[in-house]
């Protein structure tokens, strides 16, 4: 073949990876537009971290400002497209009586698995049809639950952003993969209805989830500019990386900020 694609003939002395950033710079880039509402940002952190403890069987979450109104923890009607997520109704606030649909990303119920969880919500993506089956799912949850916002942390950010780009709803992910590649085979997008949604991108530095992206890398894959937030150390340790990839910190980062 004399190019990656009809749409993108390789040109004289090109490779094909040269190729395939052109063909992805050529593109005008359909991208979401900043919340600029920190009140509402702080709930949907808090929503994604919580969705870690929605076994717990109780109704209020994140001290009275958000109450359960739905939980899946297992599909058993689609047990290979199964997600797990809580559909949180906001008590306080500007945004009292909408609805965030928070996806849960993999287990950090406890430090040892946490770091096997940060690799596996990284290198999950190129697993095959597994992911697109999770992602449908997720997008049919969506649109059956209609939530007003949608967030998630690792595997469930990279949700999230699908679930955006798919049905045009605003929110927040968080130390996720990026879901758009150049290649169609990496590119786990949908639709782009995510153009113009309010739906922010926040990452961390040498957080291994976070740098996990497509070819040309995570500031171009996902479906908005990411916010970078600064992670422990050039060369962290275990218990750095843990950390760099956490909601807590990631909750306190946001908080401080202006």
Same mark, same amino acid.
Request: aromatic fraction near 6%; charge should be negative.
């Given at each position: 073949?004399?190019?990656?694609?009809?749409?993108?003939?390789? #040109?004289?002395? %090109? *490779?094909?990876?040269?190729?395939?950033?052109?063909?992805?710079?050529?593109?005008?880039?359909?991208?979401?537009?900043?919340?600029?509402? +920190?009140?509402?940002?702080?709930?949907? &952190?808090? /929503?994604?971290?919580?969705?870690?403890?929605?076994? &717990?069987?109780?109704?209020?979450?994140?001290?009275g400002k958000l109450k359960i109104v739905h939980r899946q923890l297992q599909d058993?009607?689609?047990?290979?497209?199964?997600?797990?997520?809580? @559909?949180? %109704?906001?008590?306080?606030?500007?945004? +009292?009586? +909408?609805? @965030?649909?928070?996806? #849960?990303?993999?287990?950090?119920?406890?430090?040892?698995?946490?770091?096997?969880? *940060?690799?596996?919500?990284?290198s999950i993506i190129w697993a095959g049809p597994s992911i697109r089956l999770g992602?449908?799912?997720?997008?049919?949850? &969506? %649109?059956?639950?209609?939530?007003?916002?949608?967030?998630?942390?690792?595997?469930? /950010?990279?949700?999230?952003?699908?679930?955006?780009?798919?049905?045009?709803?605003?929110?927040?992910?968080?130390? =996720?993969?990026?879901?758009? =590649?150049?290649?169609?085979?990496?590119?786990?997008? *949908?639709?782009?209805?995510?153009?113009?949604?309010?739906?922010?991108?926040?990452? *961390?530095?040498?957080?291994?989830?976070?740098?996990?992206?497509?070819?040309?890398?995570?500031?171009?894959?996902?479906?908005?500019?990411?916010?970078?937030?600064? =992670?422990? =150390?050039?060369?962290?340790?275990? %218990?750095?990386? @843990?950390?760099?990839?956490?909601?807590? #910190?990631?909750?306190?980062?946001?908080?401080?900020?202006?």
């Amino acid at each position: 073949s004399s190019g990656i694609n009809a749409e993108c003939p390789l #040109r004289p002395g %090109e *490779t094909m990876m040269d190729g395939a950033a052109h063909m992805a710079h050529s593109r005008k880039p359909n991208m979401t537009e900043n919340l600029s509402d +920190k009140e509402l940002l702080i709930l949907l &952190a808090e /929503a994604a971290s919580d969705s870690y403890n929605l076994d &717990a069987g109780r109704e209020e979450a994140c001290d009275g400002k958000l109450k359960i109104v739905h939980r899946q923890l297992q599909d058993s009607d689609h047990p290979d497209k199964g997600i797990q997520f809580g @559909i949180y %109704e906001i008590l306080v606030g500007q945004h +009292k009586g +909408k609805r @965030i649909m928070a996806i #849960r990303g993999s287990d950090f119920s406890e430090r040892r698995k946490a770091l096997v969880a *940060t690799f596996q919500d990284a290198s999950i993506i190129w697993a095959g049809p597994s992911i697109r089956l999770g992602r449908d799912a997720a997008i049919f949850r &969506a %649109e059956e639950q209609k939530p007003d916002f949608v967030c998630g942390h690792s595997l469930g /950010a990279l949700m999230a952003e699908c679930v955006s780009s798919a049905l045009g709803i605003a929110g927040a992910s968080f130390n =996720g993969p990026g879901p758009v =590649g150049v290649n169609p085979a990496f590119n786990l997008l *949908t639709d782009d209805k995510h153009n113009g949604v309010q739906f922010e991108v926040h990452l *961390t530095r040498n957080d291994k989830v976070s740098e996990f992206a497509g070819l040309r890398g995570p500031d171009y894959s996902h479906v908005g500019k990411p916010i970078w937030h600064e =992670g422990k =150390g050039d060369s962290p340790s275990v %218990e750095d990386l @843990i950390d760099n990839h956490s909601m807590e #910190r990631l909750i306190e980062k946001l908080s401080n900020s202006d």
